[in-house]
């Protein structure tokens, strides 16, 4: 099962980048990385998922080196409104064991 | 609704009351999961169904929890016996296909606070 650490905090300003790195050293060949997003009295909501190189969708970026020892977050102008807990999880396909942990997240402090 | 539903949306019980939690899924999703979140920290996985099938229970912290999906879409978290440190927030996802790494949607949770 592939540990994940991930800041526990980060503060930003509305309208930049924001960047979270998750390290995941010991991820397995058919492990996928997630990447969730909880507000607070809500339950998490996915945001993008990706195996290697980088994927975009409407709202995020992910970036994943070629030895998939870490990943990158990116959330391009950031409102007041992603203000929340992100959440880094590394997992395999498949449907044996226990195989999800979502760690303790990283609190997105977006300040006007 | 479009989404996943939780009932009740708050429970609170005296310590030794049974309680049950339930999770209406998105209709047609095959996979069901359920998770406990204590304050300030990240989900926890109980368990996991595939249609009717309790594929992996690993997660469950004793044997005072019990679920069930008898139908294949509809399913319910049981805590008997409930014990202080089983307050947490209770929830409930669900995907469209098999596996723990499809994209998950979850409902809003269960807040369950014993007295």
């Known amino acids: 099962l592939a540990k994940t650490t991930q800041p526990i905090s980060m503060d930003s300003y509305e309208g930049q980048e924001v960047n979270i790195t998750c390290s995941h050293n010991?991820?397995?060949?058919?492990?996928?990385i997630t990447w969730y997003q909880q507000f607070p009295s809500q339950g998490p909501r996915f945001i993008i998922q990706?195996?290697?190189t980088k994927v975009t969708n409407e709202v995020a970026s992910l970036f994943i080196p070629a030895d998939r020892k870490s990943s990158t977050l990116s959330l391009p102008r950031v409102s007041l409104s992603d203000t929340a807990v992100y959440y880094c999880?590394?997992?395999?396909?498949?449907?044996?064991?226990?195989?999800?942990?979502f760690g303790g997240g990283t609190r997105v402090l977006v300040k006007p | 609704g479009a989404g996943v539903s939780q009932s009740p949306r708050y429970k609170v019980a005296k310590r030794g009351q049974d309680v049950a939690l339930r999770c209406d899924p998105i209709?047609?999703?095959?996979?069901l999961f359920w998770y406990q979140q204590a304050l300030g920290q990240g989900p926890e996985f109980l368990t996991y169904?595939?249609?009717?099938?309790?594929?992996?229970k690993s997660g469950l912290p004793s044997d005072r929890f019990f679920a069930e999906r008898p139908e294949g879409s509809v399913s319910t978290l049981k805590i008997q016996r409930t014990q202080q440190e089983d307050s947490a927030v209770y929830l409930c996802?669900?995907?469209?296909?098999?596996?723990?790494?499809?994209?998950?949607?979850f409902g809003d949770g269960t807040r369950l606070s014993i007295l």
């Open positions: 996802a669900s995907s469209l296909n098999t596996g723990y790494n499809q994209p998950q949607h």
């Open positions: 010991n991820i397995a060949t058919n492990d996928y």
């Open positions: 990706g195996y290697k």
């Open positions: 999880l590394v997992g395999p396909t498949g449907t044996a064991g226990n195989k999800l942990t």
């Open positions: 209709s047609g999703h095959v996979s």
């Open positions: 169904f595939q249609n009717e099938a309790q594929l992996d």
